[in-house]
């Protein structure tokens, strides 16, 4: 199936996707609007990372290879998503680490491996 975006546009839009959750979740939280939605973190967390999962499956997507590949974006997600928890924990004076954070992550990847898997 032909792709809409060429592989470097999907490429950058990934890396684009990347840099930017990686500034919001390590900006200072008192810069941020408050949003009166229950457990929005989590939302957005869940989101963040079902988005990343796609663009970058998308982007780097071989057919032959697509479940190992799938598998390596899992795990490489699941670090990042860790890493950013620690450095909120440890470097932040603003925010904090969350476990339920790392959770909402998870769960984001699976769905975005889901989607990715249903549009093949």
């Known amino acids: 199936m032909p792709r809409l975006l060429g592989d470097k546009v999907l490429f950058w839009l990934a890396i684009t996707a990347q840099i930017t959750a990686t500034?919001?979740?390590?900006?200072?939280?008192?810069?941020?609007?408050e949003i009166d939605v229950p457990m929005v973190d989590k939302w957005?967390?869940?989101?963040?990372?079902a988005v990343l999962f796609f663009l970058?499956?998308?982007?780097?997507?071989?057919?032959k290879q697509i479940s190992r590949l799938s598998l390596k974006i899992v795990f490489a997600l699941l670090f990042?998503?860790?890493?950013?928890?620690?450095?909120?924990?440890?470097?932040?004076?603003?925010?904090?680490?969350?476990?339920?954070?790392?959770?909402?992550?998870?769960?984001?990847?699976?769905?975005?491996?889901?989607?990715?898997?249903?549009?093949?």
Do not use: C
């Open 80 to 120: 990042y998503g860790i890493i950013i928890e620690v450095i909120q924990d440890n470097w932040s004076v603003s925010r904090t680490g969350d476990l339920m954070d790392v959770l909402a992550n998870t769960i984001g990847i699976l769905l975005g491996l889901i989607l990715f898997q249903l549009k093949r």
């Open 44 to 49: 957005a967390h869940f989101l963040v990372f």
């Open 23 to 33: 500034a919001a979740m390590l900006w200072p939280a008192p810069d941020l609007p």
């Open 56 to 63: 970058w499956a998308q982007a780097l997507s071989v057919k």
